[in-house]
């Protein structure tokens, strides 16, 4: 199924309304780094996030390091981003 991919001012408005997130991978993603006290917090965090995914059926690539959480979030059946991308980051900002 192909999802429509979000035009420049969409990525622009999505910025402007998250800018902790930043444009990756040339446009197709957007990613953000979160830093908590420690690892608990940080799986915590994750945990809080994977029940969003599944809610949303939006599942971010992530990457975690002791207390650093690094989310990438793009949209494989658009091949960039959509309007679930835009989603996902604004419950992942609601967590925080």
Known sequence: M???QLTDAECDTLLAAHPQW???RSGKAIERSFKFANFSEA???MNRVALL???HDHHPEWFNVYNRVEITLTTHDADGLSE???VMA???DALI
């Open 2 to 4: 192909s999802v429509p």
């Open 22 to 24: 930043s444009i990756a």
């Open 43 to 45: 799986w915590g965090f």
């Open 53 to 55: 995914a599944e809610a």
């Open 84 to 86: 679930r991308d835009a």
């Open 90 to 92: 604004a419950a992942i």
